[in-house]
């Protein structure tokens, strides 16, 4: 072990010497001279940031904030002057010191290059389905935290659903690239940098640009990985020149911007609990007597804490202030370039105990050793703590479903506090959020590394072969303790549940490791018109988690922390889990005459989560080509407004090797037979030894999804208006899903079988326009997708129920299986139409009870005169929306800039009953006030939106129904910001090339009719 510690040691040495050297590496003593000039752009407008070197040397600076530049070369020395878009000059000194230089546009190189599976590539030559985000503006100027919601809106076939649940430091969100295509992990594959990661480490604000690959053959050359789409992100790097130092800051006000509806006077929440009991037995005995509703109703506001009328949530949620900064320092000569990146993220929470710093920092360096050799490394790593309470903030929401308005959270001396009335449920008074946030104290420490080392070798022209080690860490300690506090009555002040005083320390470890090598070799070659380039490559990648959890009762004392502290009760567990990959892969580029594009590529993937075999190794090809129509001789005439047309076909398989998490191992090693731990009666002693618990399947092997793709990319009036529109059918086969059990096999679980298939089709549109009035420049991008999904092979007519969700051949992945509500039972009309079912069919309503007035009347949907569970029907298109859709607007105008980002979909709908919303009443629960405001009571004179309040137990007007299907469509004001960039004339002397002072909002406003 301490040999492979030193051998990764000598290697970060070597590089870095390597690096440093080379940087410092100047020319023999020469005559040298001073020059001295100036860049301008066609305009005469002068040009910062322009690369002068010494050609043939290390000798470089950049052009200034007003395009000027001095420098000490050789006196025959020829200088090169480069910016990126720009045509390169070079232009000899010899008999002159003063320069006036005009640097043009290059158009070649100002069309767009977009960052594809193991290279780049111009956009105009592409063949397949991939959208380019320019991250780093959207960073720049937005409070982005997480990658992934940063995502939201700016790209189509991308749909991110924010479900982190606003927890600092997990704040990542769920990313959905062209709808959900298996049963089981449908995460996107996220590369980075040339190596998998996780896009929640990254700093936002040292990304440059996001490439998403969305269809088979842009993303084939990841083979098994990229069933689910990919996600490349690319960090910024340094550049030729002078040191630059930048900074960006950022202070965001967080608040919870959608509460809940709830019922907060104490005396109206009594009088609705006491309205469910009566509903549910009319002979019952009130919870809530006359006099404790009058002594609230009387007492009003005037002592909160002895009579509290308490909405939660103004009590649990805060607006806290997150602080973002970003410093980064980049600069270079022609040899090395580096880019050295910190950043500090300090974010309170919106609630108590939730808090969230990070410390995390990043190194690219690229160093050309040789004409022929390039090194360089680009590592990040961060440490994270988060307070205990970012664990409890799910179980919070629980808990404060379990309280009421007549409990005052905490009192001015800090107490917490309980029911104050004693009618009500005592229990409940554990359920005080504000005691929940603070009932553990802890933290959750992580730390992580991750690292990637290459060497660029080109020993002759066109040929470049790229070997890498790639090397991730990640380090997570969870260190809890239970934290005494007593709760309350406040009315009668008096302790009404005493603390717990018993201590415990509780530790977990977990420890994720990949190793990740590869060497890839590119050739690019060209014959007459032919234009060519190959990819061939192989990578060998491997995963452990590991974990030990410990933990201990009775401390010594309420301070200590440590496990050694404690006296009794002392347990520990820890296990590890393991898989490895090996790859071999290529890809072919053919243009001819920049008309006809081929591209063909090929991944044969090997897993250790499949038996040795056949079964192990999957094999995933893919074709594409694409048409320049513009480029024909017969296009000539419309040359005048059409700027590019181009056609796009496609189609490949991808592989997915991630098995469904719990089945065995978590999936790793389903061919293999599972043991566990049982106990065993022998002569009469029970004996502990190990019992099968899941069988084996041998045959177990990839997943494949089949892609087909058909394009056409346009650019229209002086590149003015440009678009894109697409059509893609997806077909995932092999889905491994657990089949019915034999009884033969007891109570062992089989292992999952590849035996489903699901199919998605839709459209991707996107549509941009960029012009200029005078002084002023606008733009307008639109993007637009539309998804379908269908399971069509599952298991025959067997439905798979898992509650009210649906998986059935012919219907989208867990759709919504419910109950049909014809109308709310409000007339005497309606009871005939009750007596009338019954009439016809004594047992019409023998499955749920007879309904009366303030009940749902179900449909009859299969017309077998009986309302039961056969009645269920498929409602929606499961967690997935249809459609979604997003558009950016913005304006520049002298140094004033504006810009609105609208993001949304369409077509979600989904089941919303949950204990936050529905028409039961349970003493010591909060009511929702939106149902209570519509329930049918007697003598209501308005039509009743929803059913009366019955008490919990009574679940007639609870069943799986379509009532309670939302519609979870929204248009969002997703980021609205104004800035204003101050002249270089101002800036530049304080020795500022660029100042900019914004303001921003975040998730403004959501149009919606959700609830």
Same mark, same amino acid.
């Given at each position: 072990m ?6 990764k040691?000598?290697?970060?040495v070597?590089l870095?010497t390597?690096f440093?050297?080379n940087?410092?590496a100047?020319?023999g003593?020469m005559?040298?001279?001073t020059?001295?000039g100036?860049?301008?752009?066609k305009?005469d407008e002068?040009i ?6 010494v050609?043939?040397t290390?000798i470089?600076?950049m ?5 000027g ?5 050789p006196?025959n ?5 480069t910016?990126v878009?720009h ?5 000899s000194?010899?008999?002159?010191d003063e320069f006036l230089?005009?640097?043009l546009?290059?158009d ?7 960052? @594809?599976?193991y290279g ?6 592409m063949?397949g389905?991939v959208s380019?985000?320019?991250f780093?503006k ?10 992934s ?10 749909y991110?659903?924010?479900?982190g649940?606003?927890?600092p430091?997990?704040e990542?969100?769920?990313?959905r690239?062209?709808?959900?295509g298996?049963?089981?992990n449908?995460d996107?594959l996220v590369? @980075? ?6 896009? =929640?480490d ?5 990304v ?8 088979a053959?842009s993303s ?5 990985r990229?069933?689910?789409g990919?996600?490349?992100i690319?960090t910024?790097?340094?550049?030729s ?7 960006s800051?950022q202070?965001?006000a967080q608040?919870?911007s959608n509460?809940l509806?709830?019922v907060?006077?104490?005396a109206?929440y009594m009088?609705l609990?006491n309205?469910?009991?009566?509903n549910?037995?009319p002979?019952a005995?009130?919870p ?5 509703i009058?002594e ?5 506001s005037?002592?909160?804490?002895k009579?509290?009328n308490?909405?939660w949530?103004?009590e649990v949620?805060?607006?806290?202030w997150?602080?973002?900064h970003?410093l980064s320092?980049?600069?270079g000569?022609e040899?090395?370039?580096y880019l050295?990146s910190?950043?500090i993220l300090k974010?309170?929470g919106?609630m108590e105990?939730? =808090?969230?710093e ?5 190194v ?5 050793v040789k004409k ?5 490394i680009s ?5 994270g703590k988060?307070d205990?309470?970012?664990e409890?903030m799910?179980t919070?929401y629980s808990?404060?479903?379990?309280s ?8 001015s001396d800090g107490?917490y506090g309980g029911?104050?009335?004693?009618e ?15 009932i553990?104290?802890?933290h959750?420490?992580?730390n992580?590394i991750?690292s990637r080392?290459?060497a ?6 066109g040929?470049?072969?790229?070997p890498s080690?790639s090397?991730?860490f990640?380090?997570r300690?969870?260190y809890?303790?239970?934290?005494p506090?007593?709760?309350?009555n406040l009315?009668?002040?008096v302790?009404?549940q005493?603390?717990?005083t ?6 977990n470890?977990e420890?994720w490791?990949r190793?990740l090598?590869d ?8 014959v007459n018109?032919?234009d060519a380039t ?5 990578s060998?990648?491997s ?5 030990v959890?410990a933990?201990?009762?009775d401390?010594v004392?309420?301070?200590?922390t =440590?496990?050694d502290a404690?006296?009794s009760e ?6 590890y889990?393991?898989?490895?990959m090996h790859s071999?892969?290529?890809r072919i580029?053919?243009a001819w005459?920049?008309?006809?594009l081929?591209e063909?590529?090929i991944?044969k993937?090997?897993?250790s989560?499949?038996?040795?075999g056949?079964t ?8 594409s ?9 017969f296009?000539e005439?419309?040359?005048n ?13 991808l592989?997915?090797n991630?098995m ?13 037979p599972?043991y566990?731990?049982?106990?065993y009666?022998l002569?009469g ?11 084996s399947?041998?045959l177990?092997?990839?997943e494949?999804?089949h892609s ?9 009036l002086k590149?003015?208006l440009n678009g ?8 995932t086969k092999d889905?491994l ?9 007891g109570t062992?679980?089989i292992?999952?079988t590849?035996?489903?298939t699901?199919?998605n ?6 549509l941009?326009?960029n012009?200029?009035?005078g002084d002023?420049k606008?733009?307008i991008?639109?993007n637009?997708t539309?998804v379908?999904?269908k ?6 007519d067997i439905?798979s129920i898992?509650n009210n969700?649906?998986?059935l051949e012919?219907h989208?992945?867990?759709a919504a299986?419910?109950?049909?509500v014809d109308?709310i039972?409000q007339t005497d ?6 007596q009338?079912?019954?009439d016809? =069919?004594p047992n019409a309503f023998?499955?749920?009870g007879r309904?009366?007035k303030?009940?749902?009347l !179900?449909k009859?949907?299969?017309s077998?005169g ?8 498929p409602?929606g298109n499961?967690p997935?929306p249809t459609s979604?859709y ?6 520049a ?5 504006f810009s609105?980002l609208?993001?949304g ?5 989904? !089941? ?7 028409p039961?009443?349970?003493?010591g629960w909060?009511?929702?006030?939106d149902i209570?405001d519509g329930?049918w009571y007697?003598g209501?004179?308005?039509?009743a ?16 129904s379509?009532h309670?299907?939302q519609?979870?469509?929204?248009m969002?004001v997703?980021n609205?910001q104004?800035g204003?960039?101050?002249p ?5 002397k304080?020795?500022?090339q660029?100042l900019?002072?914004y303001?921003?909002?975040?998730n ?7 609830k």
């Amino acid at each position: 072990m301490k040999r492979k510690q030193t051998l990764k040691i000598s290697l970060i040495v070597f590089l870095l010497t390597v690096f440093v050297g080379n940087a410092l590496a100047q020319p023999g003593a020469m005559p040298t001279k001073t020059i001295t000039g100036k860049v301008v752009d066609k305009t005469d407008e002068p040009i910062p940031g322009v690369s002068v070197s010494v050609k043939g040397t290390t000798i470089a600076t950049m052009t200034d904030i007003a395009g000027g530049f001095n420098l000490e070369v050789p006196e025959n020395a020829t200088i090169k002057i480069t910016l990126v878009g720009h045509t390169a000059q070079e232009i000899s000194v010899s008999g002159k010191d003063e320069f006036l230089i005009k640097l043009l546009e290059d158009d070649l190189q100002l069309e767009e290059v977009v960052v @594809i599976g193991y290279g780049m590539q111009k956009k105009v030559n592409m063949t397949g389905a991939v959208s380019s985000v320019d991250f780093s503006k959207a960073a720049e100027s937005r409070p982005i935290t997480s990658i992934s919601a940063g995502l939201a809106g700016l790209s189509s076939g991308v749909y991110v659903n924010q479900s982190g649940g606003g927890r600092p430091g997990y704040e990542g969100a769920t990313i959905r690239i062209r709808g959900q295509g298996t049963l089981n992990n449908y995460d996107p594959l996220v590369i @980075i940098d040339g190596t998998f990661g996780n896009m =929640e480490d990254v700093n936002p604000q040292d990304v440059e640009s996001i490439s998403v690959l969305k269809d088979a053959a842009s993303s084939a050359i990841y083979g098994s990985r990229a069933a689910n789409g990919v996600i490349l992100i690319t960090t910024k790097r340094g550049k030729s020149g002078d040191a630059r130092i930048a900074y960006s800051g950022q202070f965001t006000a967080q608040s919870v911007s959608n509460k809940l509806n709830i019922v907060s006077d104490y005396a109206d929440y009594m009088e609705l609990v006491n309205e469910g009991y009566y509903n549910t037995n009319p002979t019952a005995v009130k919870p809530f007597s006359t006099a404790k509703i009058e002594e609230w109703r009387n007492a009003g506001s005037s002592d909160p804490e002895k009579y509290p009328n308490t909405d939660w949530q103004d009590e649990v949620f805060k607006t806290g202030w997150m602080q973002n900064h970003t410093l980064s320092i980049t600069g270079g000569n022609e040899k090395s370039k580096y880019l050295f990146s910190g950043n500090i993220l300090k974010n309170p929470g919106v609630m108590e105990n939730s =808090e969230y710093e990070r410390f995390s920092a990043r190194v690219n360096v690229d160093s050309d050793v040789k004409k022929w050799l390039t090194v360089g490394i680009s590592a990040y790593g961060y440490a994270g703590k988060a307070d205990i309470g970012t664990e409890l903030m799910n179980t919070v929401y629980s808990f404060t479903l379990g309280s009421t308005p007549g409990m005052y959270l905490r009192s001015s001396d800090g107490r917490y506090g309980g029911m104050n009335n004693p009618e009500d449920e005592t229990q409940s008074a554990n359920n005080n959020p504000l005691y929940q946030l603070n009932i553990r104290k802890g933290h959750i420490k992580t730390n992580k590394i991750n690292s990637r080392f290459y060497a660029r070798f080109k020993p002759i022209q066109g040929l470049s072969i790229e070997p890498s080690y790639s090397y991730d860490f990640t380090d997570r300690f969870t260190y809890s303790q239970p934290v005494p506090l007593d709760i309350w009555n406040l009315y009668e002040n008096v302790i009404q549940q005493p603390a717990k005083t018993r201590t415990e320390v509780v530790n977990n470890n977990e420890k994720w490791y990949r190793y990740l090598a590869d060497v890839v070799a590119t050739y690019n070659f060209k014959v007459n018109k032919l234009d060519a380039t190959v990819v061939l490559g192989a990578s060998q990648e491997s995963y452990r988690k590991q974990w030990v959890y410990a933990s201990a009762k009775d401390l010594v004392s309420n301070s200590a922390t =440590e496990l050694d502290a404690a006296s009794s009760e002392k347990t520990a567990s820890g296990n590890y889990r393991d898989w490895a990959m090996h790859s071999y892969f290529g890809r072919i580029n053919l243009a001819w005459d920049s008309k006809y594009l081929l591209e063909m590529n090929i991944r044969k993937d090997g897993s250790s989560r499949f038996k040795a075999g056949n079964t192990r190794w999957g094999v995933f090809p893919s074709f594409s080509a694409a048409w320049r129509i513009n480029e024909e001789n017969f296009m000539e005439n419309t040359m005048n407004w059409l700027d590019q047309l181009k056609l796009r076909a496609s189609w490949g398989t991808l592989g997915n090797n991630a098995m469904p998490a719990g089945s065995s191992y978590d999936g790793n090693y389903l061919h293999i037979p599972l043991y566990d731990k049982s106990n065993y009666p022998l002569n009469g002693d029970l004996q502990q030894g190990v019992a099968q618990i899941s069988l084996s399947n041998a045959l177990v092997t990839w997943e494949t999804a089949h892609s087909t793709n058909f394009g056409v990319d346009f650019t229209l009036l002086k590149q003015r208006l440009n678009g894109s529109f697409d059509y893609f059918i997806k077909t995932t086969k092999d889905i491994l899903i657990d089949l019915p059990a034999p009884l033969v096999h007891g109570t062992s679980k089989i292992p999952a079988t590849n035996a489903a298939t699901v199919r998605n089709n839709g459209i991707e549109l996107n549509l941009g326009w960029n012009d200029k009035i005078g002084d002023m420049k606008y733009s307008i991008g639109v993007n637009y997708t539309y998804v379908k999904n269908k399971v069509t092979k599952f298991k025959g007519d067997i439905k798979s129920i898992d509650n009210n969700r649906l998986l059935l051949e012919g219907h989208p992945i867990l759709a919504a299986y419910v109950l049909s509500v014809d109308r709310i039972i409000q007339t005497d009309e309606d009871l005939a139409l009750v007596q009338a079912m019954i009439d016809n =069919e004594p047992n019409a309503f023998a499955a749920y009870g007879r309904p009366v007035k303030g009940d749902f009347l !179900y449909k009859d949907t299969n017309s077998d005169g009986k309302i039961n569970d056969d009645d269920r029907n498929p409602v929606g298109n499961g967690p997935n929306p249809t459609s979604t859709y997003g558009a950016n607007i913005g304006v520049a105008w002298k140094g004033i800039d504006f810009s609105c980002l609208l993001q949304g979909i369409a077509g979600l709908k989904q !089941y919303t009953l949950n204990t936050a919303f529905q028409p039961i009443i349970r003493k010591g629960w909060m009511i929702n006030k939106d149902i209570s405001d519509g329930r049918w009571y007697e003598g209501r004179t308005d039509v009743a939106t929803q059913p009366r309040f019955l008490v919990d137990g009574d679940s007639r007007n609870i069943r799986a129904s379509d009532h309670w299907i939302q519609d979870k469509s929204y248009m969002r004001v997703k980021n609205i910001q104004l800035g204003y960039t101050f002249p270089k004339k101002l800036t530049e002397k304080a020795m500022i090339q660029t100042l900019r002072i914004y303001s921003s909002i975040d998730n403004a406003l959501t149009f919606t009719k959700y609830k």
